[in-house]
Structures are given as C-alpha cells and as structure tokens.
C-alpha cells in the first residue's frame, strides 16, 4: 500500500521559515509530479508548487521568490522550503504524488498525504 507521510509543520513567527517534507513509502514503480497543496480554514485545497520527476517546477503567485521545492528521487521524499512566512499562509499543508503501482498491470494512482498544520503568528 502506498503512503504519502509529512513532516515538518509547526508555529513559527512572521518572517521565519519551516521546511516540510512528504516521502512516499510502500511498494511502487515510480513517481512522476510531487506537488504541494494548501488548505485555509473555509477555503479550498489549493496547488501550492510542484515538482516533477526531470526536476521542473511550478510555483503559486503567492508564493513565488519565497518558497522553493525539491525532490530527492533516492529518498522518494519532496521537500518544501519556506521562507519569509506570512499570517496569510496559515493552512494545513498536504503533499500530493502521481505513483505508478500495482500488479500485474501498473497503473497511475493519486495519492495524498495526512496533512500537515503550519501557523504563522503576527
């Protein structure tokens, strides 16, 4: 089965930084894009940035110059580096991966971690 686990939130102050991380474990063949989502309380789930597995990324408006994603394919682990942190980017953070699994014929699932709080205080 394959599990998506972050890592790495928490309460920091405005202007500080947090670094999540998301690996995937079970057994898989692959994994293409790994993307970063998230939630605040009465809105929806939104792309934060993305990554995929040649290297490319993508990032939210918002986040652009503050935030930067990255992978290590050794680990089957994405990482989210944050930077001069908003009150405005308080929300549950979920990691999300396109995994290719399962016998005998493979095929591109969906997966989607627990979620992970980030609070930053003014």
């Known amino acids: 089965q394959v599990q998506l686990v972050e890592s790495g939130g928490g309460l920091v102050q405005s202007g500080g930084s947090l670094r999540l991380s998301c690996a995937a474990s079970?057994?898989?063949?692959?994994?293409?894009?790994m993307n970063w989502y998230r939630q605040a309380p009465g809105k929806q789930r939104d792309l934060v940035a993305g990554?995929?597995?040649?290297?490319?990324?993508n990032y939210a408006d918002s986040v652009k110059g503050r935030f930067t994603v990255s992978r290590d394919n050794t680990k089957n682990t994405v990482y989210l580096q944050m930077y001069r942190l908003r009150p405005e980017d308080t929300a549950v953070y979920y990691c999300?991966?396109?995994?290719?699994?399962?016998?005998?014929?493979?095929?591109?699932?969906?997966?989607w971690g627990q979620g992970t709080q980030v609070t930053v205080s003014s």
């Open positions: 999300n991966a396109e995994i290719v699994a399962g016998t005998p014929v493979p095929y591109r699932g969906n997966y």
């Open positions: 990554i995929t597995s040649g290297g490319s990324t």
């Open positions: 079970g057994s898989f063949f692959s994994i293409n894009a």
